[in-house]
């Protein structure tokens, strides 16, 4: 029963960030005055107030681990660990952390393409997947492996979504970019 509060939590955390990112959302609370810097603010607050309760959750109903201990696992899983806190760290030299998180108005409504951007189109989701899996390969419990399931099956839906949005917000100028721009993993053949 705990494992299915757990999907069931993850459902709607993963509901309010595809319907809180919807541009008639947005529309909506700025018909009642909410700016999108003040949206972007209290989503973000929301966001990660409810992923650290989500992971508490986790952690709590535990269970029992699926892998034996072993360090060459356990260094491998934070090493994707890192690597997806690399990715995050540099797709925000991109991104304004600030208008990321509420505490700025993002002005730039252009396409970036530049930093990890030339490379990935989805850095975010890409990092999300790596320090996802270094997470459940380092506590291989069940709670743990219900959960990376949970981020896994949400993904593509939250790259669809993303996706359909900045085809409506840049056009033929991000089919484009689409078309030379890996979604998730970078083409390693054009180094």
């Known amino acids: 029963m705990q494992y299915i509060w757990l999907v069931f939590f993850w459902s709607i955390y993963f509901l309010h960030h595809s319907l809180f990112s919807s541009d008639s959302v947005k529309a909506y609370f700025l018909d009642i005055g909410l700016s999108l810097k003040n949206q972007r ?11 650290l309760l989500i992971l508490l959750f986790n952690g709590v109903i535990g269970g029992e681990k699926l892998l034996m201990e072993n360090r060459l ?19 925000f030299k991109t991104y304004s952390l600030r208008a990321f998180v509420g505490f700025s108005e993002d002005t730039d409504l252009t396409l970036r393409t530049t930093g990890m951007l030339r490379h990935i189109r989805h850095p ?7 320090i996802f899996t270094g997470f459940v390969l380092y506590d291989s419990r069940v709670s743990s492996i219900v959960s990376w399931g949970c981020v896994m099956a949400y993904l593509p839906i939250g790259i669809w979504l993303e996706e ?3 085809i409506k917000t840049f056009g033929e100028q991000y089919k484009q970019y689409a078309e030379k721009v890996p979604m998730l993993i970078p083409d390693l053949r054009k180094r």
């Open 41 to 51: 603010f209290i989503y973000t607050i929301f966001s990660v107030l409810a992923l």
């Open 124 to 130: 975010l989701y890409s990092a999300a997947i790596l």
């Open 73 to 91: 696992i356990k260094a491998f899983a934070l090493f994707l660990v890192a690597g997806g806190v690399f990715i995050l760290r540099e797709a």
């Open 164 to 166: 359909k949005k900045l």
